[in-house]
């Protein structure tokens, strides 16, 4: 006999629910996960195999369970003067989320957050024990300072997300709207910032309010710029006390000691790594441009994909897209596909498939 889930006493809240997960298929063009799809470059790549080596000599002990060559590391990359002490790290900025909502959320308490946003959000929250409540955006997507901080003060929620650039979206989101949420709340004020470094350079970070504000916490991931989603790595900065508390619900010795060589061995060539993000940018920006002239309606995007609105049919059309070897993402917002900015020659395989169609 087979068993099914629904026979299984799992718990009341996790019924009915269903897993994140993006479409997966052996396509040639993969513009759905907001990957970087450049490869690694291979003087980074030789370092990190090095690395690895070396790791691997000691990798019948346990690993350093604080981390700290990688918080060092990581330190170091965010500037802003900020020191180890204020640095946490996890497998995937996925579980540096969760670290927070074990902290900070769990049964009786909420979560908060604007849709549309990370659809990883309220799925954390829930398989914490506690209750996601979302807010709303503009018809652009766009968060007003003074009406999101309204939303929150009515909410009165124990964390706040605040994707910045927004995904699914890609939508800017501003330090004022930071600031204002953050006096608007008692709780734990999240900027998830996974596409900072897409964004225009001369924008500020919301690394750049820290200082005095306790309970504000800034996430990142190496995921995207770094072209590291293979490896797992995402990492945060906050104060030294949030820090302490993640302390008290991580697994022990929850980054191994092959992830941390190779995450200190990519941040040691952080320029190198990121200099395919102005590619990406350039990519990101002629798809929004061609988008336009096929007559579609590309939201402004600080990111490495374009939300588009316009199409009639989005399911049709992500069909006859898969069908012409070319896999994007349909995100749930009605007359919208998501699509990430890939490599020249991925970016051309897509706008010349769905001019195609």
């Known amino acids: 006999m087979t068993v099914r889930l629904e026979d299984l006493p799992l718990r009341d809240d996790l019924r009915g629910l269903t897993p994140y997960g993006a479409p997966q298929a052996p396509l040639p063009v993969a513009l759905n996960v907001n990957e970087n799809s450049h490869p690694v470059p291979e003087e980074v790549a030789d370092d990190i195999i090095v690395s690895i080596s070396q790791a691997l000599r000691g990798i019948n002990r346990y690993p350093d369970r604080e981390f700290t060559e990688l918080r060092e590391g990581f330190a170091d990359y965010l500037g802003h003067g900020l020191s180890r002490e204020q640095i946490w790290a996890a497998n995937g900025s996925n579980e540096v989320l969760q670290h927070l909502l074990q902290a900070f959320a769990g049964p009786g308490r909420t979560a908060f957050g604007f849709a549309p946003t990370y659809s990883m959000y309220p799925l954390l929250t829930r398989g914490t024990g506690a209750q996601y409540v979302t807010g709303t955006r503009g018809v652009d997507y766009t968060i007003d300072a003074q009406d999101a901080a309204a939303q929150v003060a009515d909410a009165r929620p124990d964390v706040v997300f605040l994707c910045a650039p927004n995904n699914p979206t890609g939508t800017p989101l501003r330090t004022d709207v930071v600031e204002a949420v953050y006096d608007a709340t008692d ?171």
């Open 187 to 357: 709780g734990i004020v999240i900027v998830d910032e996974a596409y900072q470094e897409f964004a225009p350079r001369e924008e500020r970070s919301a690394l750049t309010l820290l200082p005095g504000r306790e309970r504000l916490v800034v996430s990142r991931t190496m995921s995207k710029a770094f072209a590291f989603a293979g490896a797992r790595v995402g990492y945060l900065a906050a104060d030294p006390a949030v820090i302490d508390a993640l302390r008290l619900v991580r697994l022990p010795y929850h980054l191994s000691a092959l992830t941390q060589a190779a995450a200190t061995a990519a941040l040691r060539h952080a320029p190198t790594m990121l200099q395919m993000v102005d590619d990406i940018v350039g990519q990101r920006d002629r798809i929004s441009a061609t988008l336009s002239a096929l007559g579609y309606t590309p939201y402004e995007s600080w990111t490495n994909f374009v939300l588009f609105d316009g199409v009639d049919d989005p399911a049709a059309t992500w069909q006859g897209l898969y069908d012409r070897g070319t896999l994007i993402r349909d995100v749930g917002i009605p007359h919208s596909l998501r699509v990430t900015a890939g490599t020249e020659d991925e970016s051309t395989a897509f706008l010349e498939a769905l001019a195609s169609l």
